[in-house]
């Protein structure tokens, strides 16, 4: 485990790699695969995955750590999933209804959340199809006040994350709102044309 001087500075150096890259990128969603890729190379804890009993399946997954954004559509009604890491590709530019799970709670609350073990929480909703989220974090991306979306991170063993990678994540949060907004973002969204976009309305 990273000790806490470490962590900063690893913080800084991801920070100021990620905006660069942020910066220089093609369009919004592009500044933000440069966050969601980062940040599961950098949060939480490995040795979690050889706690007894670490994933909630029986067999561990291929695939234990994932990243997203949700972003708030124009019509307020559905988050988008934007910049996927390790989700399914239908999930790309899924429709989520803006109120479903601790993405929708965290949209209204506009309040950062750490889930230590997901089996805690009866409200959790599994909207991540690649596995069965053992520990997540939810963290609100804002622009002047107004929440512009959410971003996920999650594994898929128990006791992963704790206050101290909420805390990394919310500033790559405020970095990812200004990278968004900077590229032209909300035109981006209002330009997709989500007719034939699949909607998720349940988890399961």
Same mark, same amino acid.
């Given at each position: ?67 997203? @954004? ?22 790309h530019h899924e429709l989520v209804d803006i109120g479903l799970g601790h993405p929708g709670h965290v949209a209204n609350t506009r309040r950062p959340m750490v889930l230590h073990d997901t089996t805690l929480h009866a409200q959790f909703v ?72 699949? @909607? ?5």
């Amino acid at each position: 485990m990273t000790d806490a001087a470490g962590l900063a500075q690893e913080t800084v150096l991801a920070l100021s790699r990620v905006a660069a890259e942020g910066a220089a990128a093609s369009g919004p969603e592009e500044a933000l695969w440069a966050i969601t890729r980062t940040l599961p190379a950098i949060l939480g804890d490995r040795a979690a995955a050889l706690s007894p009993r670490a994933f909630r399946d029986e067999e561990p997954p291929a695939v234990t750590t994932a990243c997203a @954004v949700f972003l708030r559509m124009p019509d307020n009604a559905h988050h988008l999933i934007a910049a996927p890491v390790n989700f399914p590709p239908e999930q790309h530019h899924e429709l989520v209804d803006i109120g479903l799970g601790h993405p929708g709670h965290v949209a209204n609350t506009r309040r950062p959340m750490v889930l230590h073990d997901t089996t805690l929480h009866a409200q959790f909703v599994k909207i991540l199809q690649a596995f069965r989220a053992g520990s997540s974090m939810f963290t609100p991306m804002l622009w002047q006040d107004e929440s512009i979306g959410v971003i996920i991170c999650a594994n898929a063993a128990r006791g992963t994350f704790r206050e101290r990678d909420l805390a990394m994540q919310t500033a790559f949060a405020g970095l990812a709102s200004a990278l968004f907004m900077a590229h032209g973002g909300p035109a981006w969204l209002a330009g997709i044309d989500t007719s034939r976009l699949p @909607v998720r309305r349940q988890g399961n």
